[in-house]
C-alpha cells in the first residue's frame, strides 16, 4: 500500500525558513520522480518543486526558484523541501506525491503524476506578515 506522510509545517513569520520532510512506503521509492505540491481553500493543488528518481535535478515554478530546494534521500525513502525567504502567499497545505513534469513557455509545470492519489495528510505552512 503506496503511504506518503508529510511534516514539518507550522507557522512562522515572513522571511522565516522552513524544512519539510515526507517519508514514502509501498513503492520502490528510487524509481520515481517525486514532487510537492501546495494546496490553499478552494483551489486544487499546484506543484511548486520536482526532483528526478535519482535525485540529481530539480525544478521549481517561477514563484519559488530562489527560495526553495528540492532533495530526496533514496537510502531512506525520504523527500525534503527547504524553504527559505518565506512569503505569505507561500502559505497552504504541502503534500508530497510521485510527480511529473513540463517545460512551457513561462517556466516548468510540475503536476502530480497519479491525480487520484493516494495522498497523505499533508502538511500546512502558514506564514505571516
Known amino acids: 500500500q503506496v503511504q506518503f506522510v508529510e511534516s514539518g509545517g507550522g507557522s512562522v513569520q515572513k522571511v522565516d525558513r522552513m524544512r519539510l520532510s515526507c517519508t514514502v512506503t509501498g513503492y520502490p521509492f528510487g524509481d520515481s520522480h517525486m514532487g510537492w505540491l501546495r494546496q490553499v481553500p478552494g483551489k486544487e493543488r499546484e506543484g511548486v518543486a520536482g526532483?528526478?528518481?535519482?535525485?540529481?535535478?530539480?525544478f521549481y515554478v517561477n514563484s519559488v526558484r530562489s527560495s526553495f530546494s528540492i532533495s530526496r534521500d533514496n537510502g531512506k525513502n525520504m523527500e525534503f523541501l527547504q524553504m527559505n525567504q518565506l512569503k505569505p502567499e507561500d502559505t497552504g497545505m504541502y503534500y508530497c506525491a510521485r510527480a511529473r513534469w513540463a517545460r512551457d513557455p513561462f517556466g516548468v509545470t510540475i503536476s502530480p503524476r497519479d491525480r487520484e492519489g493516494p495522498w497523505g495528510q499533508g502538511t500546512q505552512v502558514t506564514v505571516s506578515s
Open positions: 526532483v528526478s528518481a535519482s535525485g540529481d535535478d530539480s
